[in-house]
């Protein structure tokens, strides 16, 4: 895996909105229940604990989620232009976790400001993007904003980069990952969008706030691949 020179010598105070990355919402089932997702376009979905809930692109217009048992779970949606995640929790509540998680980032960060609009962040150390890294999919776009220094936005990209090299190193040593300001940029080449789709679960996983891309130079090919 190749990395571009960081261009960020200046305070990025860009709200960022999608442990991980912010999620688009959190959604309360009960063991048994089914709801369906409107989609704007089509996608492709994966559900990161197949025990919880299952989860099925229905004429490409909507996706049937079903909650199967109680826990929690992720349900990424992939479109060309992207990716949307959704924290499902079935029969339970993460109110605690959340709350021991917010904590840890208050003490870990040297800036934490709660608002009317949600908690304002700045990130200047990699303890401070862990903190917030692991409390970022318990809150929306709209609960969490995230301002980086040059130092923060260094360290969140060495979380991608170990990240996707820790679950993915056939396909890591193929990419290329920087920020362009506050967009992470992927260059490289893929076959396929089942590659493309495993490389952006692992690169949200290691993000704090909202993770905003840049695949213009990625190239991807139309092979089919099944990747976990």
Known sequence: MHRYVLVAAFLLAVPLSALAGTVERTMAMRPGQETTLPLSSPARAHVSDTDVISAKVADGDSVKVVAKSQGFALLFLHGDRGLSVFRVEVGTSSEETRQAA??????????????????TVFIGSAECHQAVQDLSPFLTADELAVRFNEVGLRAQLAAQEARLQEDHPELADRLQLGYIGANLRVAGSLDGPDQRDAVLRSLWHATAGRMLLDLGHLEVGTAGMEVQ
């Open 102 to 119: 917010e904590e840890k980032a208050r003490q870990s960060c040297d800036s934490f400001e709660q608002t009317r609009q949600g908690l």
